[in-house]
């Protein structure tokens, strides 16, 4: 089975038996991240500097990704660019649930539903299909921990979750310390076209961006 790299994210996130969403807010940003990247991997949009753009609108036949293309197409309103930071910071909220619910239709994670005190319904997603989840986390140990050449898309999403310092998802029983140069190094490779990788760093910066002013605003 292929899942986006915004499924991927969402998976190391969920704990696999309270399917609670583990870094929420940072999880966020990168799974929004993962979905742009998608669309730049797939021709769809550009992302240049401190923008970005849609070169094509053609569906990608993905239904996870094309309800992306939509949006931004809609939020673009007719303008031929604008600002990454505002992209993630309108869809990093919506973009969970999105890829929540693609992995459940998958079949990969369940749904339970509660209450809490009774009053505020509450969801979470326990695994009910661990296969995914262990292939990628194979895929990552191969490349960040025994030095493997990674593919494309295992090269793109290790930069997303090194920018949003989402390291010990990825390795919950290693330091950061030990997985993040690594994991720089990938991110900083030879892994795809320049145009690819320049998106990749646009991205990177947007996210730091975006993560220090929800930092500021968290504790002013």
């Known amino acids: 089975?292929?899942?986006?790299?915004?499924?991927?994210?969402?998976?190391?996130?969920?704990?696999?038996?309270?399917?609670?969403?583990?870094?929420?807010?940072?999880?966020?940003?990168?799974?929004?991240?993962?979905?742009?990247?998608?669309?730049?991997?797939?021709?769809?949009?550009?992302?240049?500097?401190?923008?970005?753009?849609?070169s094509d609108d053609t569906p990608t036949g993905e239904e996870l990704l094309d309800g992306r293309l939509g949006l931004i197409g809609t939020w673009l309103r007719g303008r031929s660019k604008r600002r990454v930071t505002d992209w993630l910071t309108k869809d990093q909220a919506k973009a969970v649930g999105a890829a929540v619910e693609r992995l459940r239709e998958r079949g990969v994670v369940s749904v339970e539903e509660s209450k809490v005190?009774?009053?505020?319904?509450?969801?979470?997603?326990?695994?009910?299909?661990?296969?995914?989840?262990?292939?990628?986390?194979?895929?990552?140990?191969?490349?960040?921990?025994?030095?493997?050449?990674?593919?494309?898309?295992?090269?793109?999403?290790?930069?997303?979750?090194?920018?949003?310092?989402l390291h010990r998802l990825a390795f919950p029983d290693l330091p950061r310390g030990q997985v993040s140069a690594r994991m720089a190094e990938i991110a900083a490779g030879q892994w795809a076209a320049e145009s690819v990788r320049a998106a990749i760093r646009?991205?990177?910066?947007?996210?730091?961006?975006v993560t220090a002013v929800t930092v500021v605003a968290a504790t002013g």
């Open 202 to 209: 646009d991205m990177q910066a947007a996210m730091v961006a």
């Open 1 to 54: 089975m292929t899942v986006t790299l915004a499924e991927e994210i969402m998976l190391l996130s969920l704990d696999d038996e309270s399917g609670a969403t583990r870094q929420r807010q940072a999880v966020g940003w990168a799974v929004a991240g993962g979905l742009l990247l998608e669309l730049v991997l797939a021709e769809r949009v550009t992302v240049k500097g401190k923008y970005l753009a849609l």
């Open 117 to 165: 005190f009774g009053v505020f319904p509450r969801r979470r997603y326990p695994e009910a299909d661990g296969t995914v989840e262990r292939a990628l986390r194979e895929r990552l140990v191969a490349v960040v921990l025994r030095g493997a050449e990674p593919d494309q898309r295992t090269a793109g999403l290790v930069a997303l979750l090194h920018a949003a310092k």
